[in-house]
Structures are given as C-alpha cells and as structure tokens.
C-alpha cells in the first residue's frame, strides 16, 4: 500500500488543472508575487525578493511552483531569471475558475 497515493487518475484533466492552479495559488507569498509582476506590466529580474519578507531561496521556490503550474514564465537573462505572469495561461485560468463559478446558484439556499 502506498502512503499519500491521491488518485489523480480518477478525476478528469479539466479538474487536476484546476487543482494543480489552486495549490500554486495556495500560498500568500505566491499570490503576493503574482500580484508583484501583474502590477508591473513587464519582466521582473531580482526585484521579487526585496518585495517579499523571505529569504531568496523561499522566493525562488514560490516562483518555481508558480511556473510549474504554467501561471509565471521566465526567461534566463546573464545571470538573473525574468519573471512575468504567463498571459495565455492566466487566461485560461481565469475562464477555468469563472466555470467553476459559475456553477452555484445563489438562488439555491441548502443550509
């Protein structure tokens, strides 16, 4: 028997997506960097770390898991990786939490 086994297998790729979105969002720090690069309209190299209380280590391993969830790209740059939010994918997540959304109907009072 395996420890921690979830079955991601038995859900469908539109609701992993979406879970794999929302652990990347899960975490303030995370959504403090994505809230840094949406208000700088550009690339961001270096800057993330004097804006967040952590260590360069802890950023770069927020900015990591924002990237593996597709939301952040970055390019390499000399020594330095840019950073900016990831337009064709935050699209997609907006549209796919907006579904998700949209499926309560608050006419609908059960408790």
């Known amino acids: 028997m395996s420890m921690g086994l979830?079955?991601?297998?038995?859900f469908s790729e539109k609701q992993n997506a979406l879970a794999t979105l929302a652990k990347a969002l899960g975490?303030?720090?995370r959504?403090?960097?994505i809230q840094y690069l949406a208000k700088q309209h550009s690339c961001v190299c270096g800057d993330i770390v004097e804006e967040l209380p952590l260590?360069?280590?802890t950023v770069s391993q927020h900015l990591k898991e924002l990237k593996t969830a597709g939301l952040i790209?970055?390019?390499i740059d000399g020594p330095s990786v840019c950073y900016c939010i990831n337009a064709e994918s935050w699209k997609q997540?907006?549209?796919?939490?907006a579904?998700?959304?949209a499926m309560f109907d608050s006419n609908f009072d059960c408790c």
Do not use: R, V
């Open 6 to 10: 979830t079955k991601t297998s038995k």
């Open 27 to 29: 975490h303030p720090a």
């Open 31 to 33: 959504i403090a960097i």
């Open 55 to 57: 260590s360069q280590s």
């Open 73 to 75: 790209k970055g390019t």
């Open 93 to 97: 997540a907006e549209q796919d939490f």
């Open 99 to 101: 579904d998700l959304f």
